[in-house]
T-cell receptor, first 111, second 117 residues
Framework: AQSVTQLDSHVSVSEGTPVLLRCNYSSSYSPSLFWYVQHPNKGLQLLLKYTSAATLVKGINGFEAEFKKSETSFHLTKPSAHMSDAAEYFCVVPNNNDMRFGAGTRLTVKP | KAGVTQTPRYLIKTRGQQVTLSCSPISGHRSVSWYQQTPGQGLQFLFEYFSETQRNKGNFPGRFSGRQFSNSRSEMNVSTLELGDSALYLC????????????????FGPGTRLTVL
């Protein structure tokens, strides 16, 4: 079965500084991987997805993620945090018949 | 294209009652999946419907059921509500849904916040 582990439940950064949200996956093959963001009282919005076309994936709002097979990682980064980035982020992997979500990382952005 | 819509957005029920939630997928999407989100358990898969058939089911009791109509709209029903059913219920639609490996992207609605008193 495929699964993902988000290594940090909470990350706090200052506005204008880089963001790093970590995700490791477990899979017997190169999976598809997704990052979603959820703002308070909202549904999930797709940030980006990896489908083996390119290891560096660019998403919306300046986010990107790099697929590293040797490290089984798919970390999400952004060069400069904005106040509007404060939200919960989920790393997701398809697993046979459903999608498996990480536990989520809450990003706080300080002014 | 319009996104995934869910109705109602908020619902308050009492224990023992039943509830029906509705989801309208993105036009052209045939797969609809339902998830339950709670602070303690996170996001958990309930079931997936494709072409009016339940294709996959998560590990939830039989009180949770659903259906899909010919226009791909879906409803989920929870009978005999318990306090622990209080959650955000999210619906997601995609073109073709599950499969291994799947690159099909799920698009989520805003959710229905169910509170059971």
């Amino acid at each position: 079965a495929q699964s993902v582990t988000q290594l940090d439940s909470h990350v706090s950064v200052s506005e204008g500084t880089p963001v790093l949200l970590r995700c490791n996956y477990s899979s017997s093959y190169s999976p598809s991987l997704f990052w979603y963001v959820q703002h308070p009282n909202k549904g999930l919005q797709l940030l980006l997805k990896y489908t083996s076309a390119a290891t560096l994936v660019k998403g919306i709002n300046g986010f990107e993620a790099e697929f590293k097979k040797s490290e089984t990682s798919f970390h999400l980064t952004k060069p400069s945090a904005h106040m509007s980035d404060a939200a919960e982020y989920f790393c997701v992997v398809p697993n046979n018949n459903d999608m498996r979500f990480g536990a989520g990382t809450r990003l706080t952005v300080k002014p | 294209k319009a996104g995934v819509t869910q109705t109602p957005r908020y619902l308050i029920k009492t224990r023992g009652q039943q509830v029906t939630l509705s989801c309208s997928p993105i036009s052209g999407h045939r797969s609809v999946s339902w998830y339950q989100q709670t602070p303690g358990q996170g996001l958990q898969f309930l079931f997936e419907y494709f072409s009016e058939t339940q294709r996959n089911k998560g590990n939830f009791p039989g009180r949770f059921s659903g259906r899909q109509f010919s226009n791909s709209r879906s409803e989920m029903n929870v009978s005999t509500l318990e306090l622990g059913d209080s959650a955000l219920y999210l619906c997601a639609s995609s073109l073709v849904g599950s499969g291994r490996p799947s690159t099909d992207t799920q698009y989520f609605g805003p959710g229905t916040r169910l509170t059971v008193l």
